[in-house]
C-alpha cells in the first residue's frame, strides 16, 4: 500500500468537468473496494464499493473501475460540482480477514467554479 | 438507524497532560470498533481496532492506549500527551461478519492541538 506519511497528491479541475481519481491497490487478494470522501473537517463517508468479480459499478455520477490485473481502482465523477471538493480516499479489505481495510493515501480534489 | 458520536468536537490540551476521547455507537451489535489519527493533508493512519469488549489490537506503537469497557463504547487516552499528538482522530465502527457489507462508518472526528 501507500504510505500515509506522504502529503496528498491533488487535482484540479473545473466545474462541469468530469474527474478520475486513482488509487493503486496492494493486495491481489483483496475483494472489496470502497471510496471514501471526506470533506474538510469531518469524517470520511462512504461514496460507492465494488466487490473483485465486477469490474464497473456505476452510482449516482460516479462510477468505480477496478483493474485486478495491475491492481487499480479508480472513481470517475461527472460533471464535477464544486460540493465534490474533498479528499477521496480507496480503501481494500479482504473478506474473510480481519476485516481491517487498508486506506490509500487520498487525493485532494479541488472543483474551481 | 445507527449512529457514532465522538466528542470532543475540538480540543488543546498542553504538552504532557493526559487525554481521553470517547466514541459511543448506537444502534448495533458487537461491532467492530477502530480509532484513527489523520495528520493535516494526510491519510488514514490506523491506531487500534476492537472486535470485542477489552480486546484490543495496536497497529502502531506510541504513548496512546485504547480501551472499551462496553460493548458500544470506545476510548482513546493518553498519560502524557506530545506535540506529535496533534491531529485529527476518528472513531468508526463496522458490522463484523457480514458477507459482502464490510464499510466502515465514521465518527465526526476530534480536532486534538497539542502545544
Known amino acids: 500500500g501507500e504510505s500515509v506519511g506522504l502529503h496528498l497528491p491533488t487535482l484540479s479541475v473545473q466545474e462541469g468537468d468530469n474527474s478520475i481519481i486513482n488509487c493503486a491497490y496492494s493486495n491481489s487478494a483483496s475483494d472489496y473496494f470502497i471510496w471514501y470522501k471526506q470533506e474538510s473537517g469531518k469524517g470520511p463517508q462512504f461514496i460507492i464499493d465494488i466487490r473483485s468479480n465486477m469490474d464497473k459499478r456505476q452510482g449516482q455520477r460516479v462510477t468505480v473501475l477496478l483493474n485486478k490485473t495491475v491492481k487499480h481502482l479508480s472513481l470517475q465523477i461527472a460533471a464535477t460540482q464544486p460540493g465534490d471538493s474533498a479528499v477521496y480516499f480507496c480503501a481494500e479489505i479482504l473478506s474473510g480477514g480481519s476485516y481491517i481495510p487498508t486506506f490509500g493515501r487520498g487525493t485532494s480534489l479541488i472543483v474551481h467554479p | 438507524s445507527q449512529t457514532i458520536h465522538q466528542w470532543p468536537a475540538t480540543l488543546v490540551q498542553p504538552v504532557g497532560s493526559p487525554l481521553s476521547l470517547e466514541c459511543t455507537v448506537e444502534g448495533t451489535s458487537n461491532p467492530n470498533l477502530y480509532w484513527y489519527r489523520q495528520a493535516a493533508g494526510r491519510g488514514l493512519q490506523l491506531l487500534f481496532y476492537s472486535i470485542g469488549i477489552d480486546q484490543i489490537s495496536s497497529e502502531v506503537p506510541q504513548n496512546l492506549s485504547a480501551s472499551r469497557p462496553q460493548d458500544r463504547q470506545f476510548i482513546l487516552s493518553s498519560k502524557k500527551l506530545l506535540l506529535s499528538d496533534s491531529g485529527f482522530y476518528l472513531c468508526?465502527?463496522?458490522?463484523?461478519?457480514?458477507?459482502?457489507?464490510?464499510?466502515?462508518?465514521f465518527g465526526p472526528g476530534t480536532r486534538l492541538t497539542v502545544l
Open positions: 468508526a465502527w463496522s458490522v463484523p461478519g457480514l458477507a459482502g457489507d464490510n464499510e466502515q462508518f
